[in-house]
């Protein structure tokens, strides 16, 4: 594998991914290309053995899955996610000020560094629903310029900025958006907000019927370092894992399990919605995939104790200037390998048992692992894999990739490691495992891979 252009080949999947609908449209056009075959929840469902499958929920989640010739097993899963923290534009966004400049109104969606999101280019993207002749219809939009800034106030008007500001997300998080040029009898900034998104939609303003959109940062991801070792992009968290899996997910061969890749929203919120982590869209795409191929629901049972997941989302690695921050004795260093994730309070899926399954697969897979845990006195944070398992009990651990300064609007993670985690889904898409009785597993490795 090629190091620098399997990086650029995420950078730029990232830069085209500006918010979840795209990264999902992404994927889901590359799963086109491969010739994967389209199916909707709200259509019946015949599968043939041997057939690459996917199916999305909202347009914002995507289930693909391959079902092999002979399928002997279970399931074979890779979850990860594709919201990232970020501005939601509220509705009547505009807000005019002194009668002279319009800023747009905004909320946060997620946790975000908020310093990261001042001076600098931003734009919009999202989907809007639109009437049309035919009924209603979304499309997803995605302006592709530098139009808004939210700007910092100057030091000399605060004084305490580099001393704990604490940020207002009302006040000073509201992005420029416009000059309003015109007199007050006149239409002020020629359509203005909406007039701008019905014209990249291409309809009349009236017919927008309603919206969701974002801001998202507009400076491209990029390699950097003295030897071009490490990536620096928007959204690394989570895309590098989403974007890792689906590329191993389509050159897997066949195994005896069925390959799923599973790709949540809104797990940055809690993934309580129709379509994250906590729904019955990975239950009910099981489900379905035993049905069509002629399991009863006691075999469905069977099959998931047969079954493998990874939670993959990215985990903390040392920063350079905060090494204290860090557990004393799990220090996962950039560039160094796959993380396994522990959490006592399981926040973290990981067991002795998933754990140990996951180390030999990599060491099969000739991958460098290391560790994360919480230091005691940090609470850190959580992830979509034990939300999921309440919907579907899988043996399941949580994995991720090393990364520095999570949820900032420009994040930083190693170069290497993006081919471990290709390289290491690939065998473990090809590998798969078997409960007997309760408390001893099988694991079948395959003997190599084609990567
Ligand atoms: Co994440």
Redesign the pocket.
Same mark, same amino acid.
């Given at each position: 594998m090629d190091t620098a252009a399997i990086n650029r080949e995420l950078l730029d999947y990232v830069d085209r991914s500006p918010v979840s609908f795209f990264a999902i449209r992404n994927m889901a056009d590359e799963l086109d290309r491969s010739g994967a075959v389209r199916l909707y929840e709200g259509e019946r469902w015949e599968l043939t053995p041997g057939t690459t499958y996917y199916t999305t929920r909202n347009d914002s989640s995507l289930i693909s899955f391959r079902i092999p010739a002979v399928w002997s097993s279970g399931f074979q899963i890779i979850a990860?996610?594709c919201d990232?923290p970020a501005f939601r534009i509220k509705t009547n966004a505009e807000i005019t000020v002194e009668n002279r400049l319009v800023k747009l109104n905004v909320e946060k969606y997620g946790g975000m560094i908020c310093e990261s999101w001042f001076d600098r280019p931003l734009s919009v993207a999202g989907r809007v629903v639109v009437q049309t002749p035919e009924g209603v219809e979304t499309r997803l939009i995605c302006i592709d310029r530098d139009l808004l800034i939210i700007p910092h106030l100057a030091i000399h008007m605060n004084r305490n900025v580099n001393d704990g500001y604490k940020i207002n997300l009302q006040k000073d998080m509201l992005p420029l958006f416009a000059e309003k040029t015109a007199g007050p009898e006149e239409s002020g900034t020629g359509g203005g907000f909406i007039g701008l998104i019905a014209a990249e939609a291409g309809v009349a303003p009236e017919d927008i019927l309603d919206t969701e959109l974002n801001l998202y940062n507009r400076t491209k991801g990029t390699l950097f370092g003295l030897n071009n070792e490490f990536i620096a992009a928007g959204r690394l968290?989570?895309l590098t894992?989403a974007f890792a899996s689906l590329k191993a997910f389509l050159s897997a061969g066949p195994g005896r399990s069925i390959a799923v890749h599973c790709v949540y929203d809104n @797990? @940055?919120v809690g993934s309580g919605s129709r379509q994250g982590a906590a729904s019955t869209f990975l239950s009910d795409v099981l489900h379905r995939i035993n049905a069509a191929c002629g399991g009863s629901e006691e075999d469905y049972h069977c099959r998931l104790l047969k079954s493998f997941m990874l939670s993959a989302?990215?985990a903390h690695g040392v920063h350079p200037n905060h090494t204290d921050k860090s557990d004393p004795t799990n220090r996962p260093a950039l560039n160094g390998g796959i993380v396994i994730k522990y959490s006592a309070n399981q926040k973290y899926t990981t067991d002795a048992v998933s754990g140990a399954l996951f180390r030999k697969i990599c060491t099969a897979a000739n991958v460098p692992v290391q560790t994360f845990q919480n230091r005691s006195d940090q609470i850190g944070?959580s992830?979509?894999g034990n939300i999921s398992t309440i919907q579907v009990p899988l043996l399941t651990a949580d994995i991720?990739l090393a990364q520095l300064s999570?949820h900032s609007a420009y994040e930083t993670a190693g170069a290497r490691d993006m081919e471990y985690l290709v390289r290491a889904s690939g065998w473990f898409y090809a590998s798969s495992v078997e409960s007997r009785g309760d408390g001893c597993y099988s694991l079948l490795l395959p003997d190599s891979i084609k990567e």
């Open positions: 990860s996610h990232s968290d989570d894992c @797990e @940055e989302d990215n944070g992830t979509l991720g999570m």
